[in-house]
T-cell receptor, first 117, second 114 residues
Framework: AQKVTQAQTEISVVEKEDVTLDCVYETRDTTYYLFWYKQPPSGELVFLIRRNSFDEQNEISGRYSWNFQKSTSSFNFTITASQVVDSAVYFCALSSNYGGATNKLIFGTGTLLAVQP | EAGVAQSPRYKIIEKRQSVAFWCNPISGHATLYWYQQILGQGPKLLIQFQNNGVVDDSQLPKDRFSAERLKGVDSTLKIQPAKLEDSAVYLC????????????FGPGTRLTVL
């Protein structure tokens, strides 16, 4: 079975603090893709990053960084020097072929990040 | 490049009424998805189209939900009759077409069933 767990339901930080959002996944496939999406109050899911299972290099994009560790089945997301505009629900998601033609995304339950000024 | 378009953005109906949602994917995207997002949960796939063919509708409640993508571009999702538990945000997404492609989402339609 495929599953994504985001154990942190809500996180509240003060502006300029660093914050890490945790994501743990389960899959039997050897080829799979991991994603992070941001959902601001407007409701639209905004794509942030995609990682394939063969690329364990960490990635940094501005204030955002991602740590992919296959050994612990984790794909954590860190925001450095958080800002009020980072306030949103963040979703981690998994997709794989899983023996068929579908590549549906399996989402976690999301982490609500509130950044206080 | 224009993103995924959806309409309406909000809809309020009484239970047992019918409702339809419309989605226009990103130009050139062959694959289109409809997800249901209940409050406090992550989105769940309802149906996936590849061009105008259905790839996966295993989680679509077919007794009341239907979807079509007649010309391989726009799609409509219909609920008839609606139940209280159908209150949710309905998200449309599209991707280029291969299994490895990123899915891009529209703004969603928030449905309230009273």
């Amino acid at each position: 079975a495929q599953k994504v767990t985001q154990a942190q339901t809500e996180i509240s930080v003060v502006e300029k603090e660093d914050v890490t959002l945790d994501c743990v996944y389960e899959t039997r496939d050897t080829t799979y893709y991991l994603f992070w999406y941001k959902q601001p109050p407007s409701g639209e899911l905004v794509f942030l990053i995609r990682r394939n299972s063969f690329d364990e290099q960490n990635e940094i994009s501005g204030r955002y960084s991602w740590n992919f560790q296959k050994s612990t089945s984790s794909f954590n997301f860190t925001i450095t020097a958080s800002q009020v505009v980072d306030s949103a629900v963040y979703f981690c998601a998994l997709s794989s072929n899983y023996g068929g033609a579908t590549n549906k995304l399996i989402f976690g339950t999301g982490t609500l990040l509130a950044v206080q000024p | 490049e224009a993103g995924v378009a959806q309409s309406p953005r909000y809809k309020i109906i009484e239970k047992r009424q019918s409702v339809a949602f419309w989605c226009n994917p990103i130009s050139g995207h062959a694959t289109l998805y409809w997800y249901q997002q209940i409050l406090g949960q992550g989105p769940k796939l309802l149906i996936q189209f590849q061009n105008n063919g259905v790839v996966d509708d295993s989680q679509l409640p077919k007794d009341r939900f239907s979807a079509e993508r007649l010309k391989g571009v726009d799609s409509t999702l219909k609920i008839q009759p609606a139940k209280l538990e159908d209150s949710a945000v309905y998200l449309c997404a599209s991707s280029l077409g291969t299994l490895t492609d990123t899915q891009y989402f529209g703004p969603g339609t928030r449905l309230t069933v009273l």
